[in-house]
T-cell receptor, first 115, second 110 residues
Framework: GAGVSQSPSNKVTEKGKDVELRCDPI?????LYWYRQSLGQGLEFLIY????????KSGLPSDRFSAERTGGSVSTLTIQRTQQEDSAVYLC?????????????FGPGTRLTVL | GQNIDQPTEMTATEGAIVQINCTYQ??????LFWYQQHAGEAPTFLSY????GLEEKGRFSSFLSRSKGYSYLLLKELQMKDSASYLC???????????FGAGTTVTVRA
């Protein structure tokens, strides 16, 4: 597709369950980012992938969060044993590369609700 | 660490001008971005400043002063469709990670 796509658009889960969120970046973009946006809060950086380099996981809030990027394209963010405080919109973005003025193109996000 | 401040809300009249200020205190600096986000939608890129001065792009302009840790986004000839949240984001010296402010919700009234 022309833009970044994410699935599902909405996810409601019970506390303690695992969830997987998917991101399809723009074709040819080597940099991929995951952010979390809670109500009334700014976007919070979670993780960054650039080509074949080791990802920057410094923003992941706990070891329940993990992400992978297969084949340099699709990425999956996994949250294990979800908690109510994990409820937020999870946004994925991609850019041509990580540096300079390259703008990040955002996907529509996945709204996660943990009951 | 990063500390990015912008006003929570602003209201303006259609056809008017609004200036959204953003101040930042960051451990490193390698560019400042402004994004627009309509309710329930993804943020979309508006502007990028890395050198001091004003960048003009149609009805929108963005200004940066690195010595003051200050930027503003200027929206001219406001239209109803400009009602949205405007996000200020700073790229740190690692050259890729963006730190976002909480966003400024602009409401344009007829």
């Amino acid at each position: 597709g022309a833009g970044v796509s994410q699935s599902p658009s909405n996810k409601v889960t019970e506390k303690g369950k695992d969830v997987e969120l998917r991101c399809d970046p723009i074709s040819g973009h080597t940099a991929l980012y995951w952010y979390r946006q809670s109500l009334g809060q700014g976007l919070e950086f979670l993780i960054y992938f650039q080509g074949n380099s080791a990802p920057d996981k410094s923003g992941l809030p706990s070891d329940r969060f993990s992400a992978e990027r297969t084949g340099g394209s699709v990425s999956t963010l996994t949250i294990q044993r979800t908690q109510q405080e994990d409820s937020a919109v999870y946004l994925c973005a991609s850019s041509k590369q990580g540096s300079g003025g390259n703008e990040q193109f955002f996907g529509p996000g996945t709204r996660l609700t943990v009951l | 660490g990063q500390n990015i401040d912008q006003p929570t809300e602003m209201t303006a009249t259609e056809g008017a001008i609004v200036q959204i200020n953003c101040t930042y205190q960051t451990s490193g600096f390698n560019g400042l971005f402004w994004y627009q986000q309509h309710a329930g939608e993804a943020p979309t890129f508006l502007s990028y400043n890395v050198l001091d001065g004003l960048e003009e792009k149609g009805r929108f302009s963005s200004f940066l002063s690195r010595s003051k840790g200050y930027s503003y986004l200027l929206l001219k000839e406001l239209q109803m469709k400009d009602s949205a949240s405007y996000l200020c984001a700073v790229r740190d010296s690692n050259d890729y990670k963006l730190s976002f402010g909480a966003g400024t919700t602009v409401t344009v009234r007829a």
